[in-house]
T-cell receptor
Framework: SQQGEEDPQALSIQEGENATMNCSYK?????LQWYRQNSGRGLVHLIL?????REKHSGRLRVTLDTSKKSSSLLITASRAADTASYFC???????????FGQGTRLTINP | KAGVTQTPRYLIKTRGQQVTLSCSPI?????VSWYQQTPGQGLQFLFE???????NKGNFPGRFSGRQFSNSRSEMNVSTLELGDSALYLC????????????FGQGTRLTVV
């Protein structure tokens, strides 16, 4: 079953622009994570935000979490061609002790 | 520190055969999880092992099984392969049980013909 649903499914922007991806989930969580996947390869962990946090930064990444709306957003600023990848949010359902991934957002950065 | 290593990277099998995939976690990591990724279903959790014991299982048939060895290396087995088992199988290792940052291998691309 899918817990997180990313929006949009695909996003295409020009290099240098900011990219925003959203994730909605259904149940209470302990934390939410974002991962990046380059075509056909493994996932790379980007950032983890705990349920008691509202915002977190890591380099050009900014993640927000709104537990009242059960949603999160990932902002990539000053995008680069190397940011082209699929981005997934993953949540842990309280008590489930497993990561549940959304379907992902396919981000394309055009030079 | 070496990352998560999955072998083989690519595999082609025939329907009805069985397959074993291997995953070596990051040194010191004791938890290994397996995921199946397909275009239609996305990333689906298969199971998690910790200290040689299966701690959590996803909604997959009994044809999918796994095990973990004392050195934390893990294997996943799929018996009586079906065309629908064609997928990218990803292994992730974590320091401990439960949901923490997961480090993924490059995956094994399994094609069933």
């Amino acid at each position: 079953s899918q817990q997180g649903e990313e929006d949009p499914q695909a996003l295409s922007i020009q290099e240098g622009e900011n990219a925003t991806m959203n994730c909605s989930y259904k149940t209470s969580i302990n934390n939410l994570q974002w991962y990046r996947q380059n075509s056909g390869r493994g996932l790379v962990h980007l950032i983890l935000i705990r349920s008691n946090e509202r915002e977190k930064h890591s380099g050009r990444l900014r993640v927000t979490l709104d537990t009242s709306k059960k949603s999160s957003s990932l902002l990539i600023t000053a995008s680069r061609a190397a940011d082209t990848a699929s981005y997934f949010c993953a949540t842990d359902e309280e008590g489930a002790q497993k990561l549940v991934f959304g379907q992902g957002t396919r981000l394309t950065i055009n030079p | 520190k070496a990352g998560v290593t999955q072998t083989p990277r690519y595999l082609i099998k025939t329907r009805g055969q069985q397959v074993t995939l291997s995953c070596s976690p990051i040194s010191g990591h004791r938890s290994v999880s397996w995921y199946q990724q397909t275009p239609g279903q996305g990333l689906q959790f298969l199971f998690e092992y910790f200290s040689e014991t299966q701690r959590n299982k996803g909604n997959f048939p009994g044809r999918f099984s796994g095990r973990q060895f004392s050195n934390s290396r893990s294997e996943m087995n799929v018996s009586t392969l079906e065309l629908g088992d064609s997928a990218l199988y990803l292994c992730a290792s974590s320091l401990s049980l439960g949901v923490t940052e997961a480090f993924f291998g490059q995956g094994t691309r399994l094609t069933v013909v």
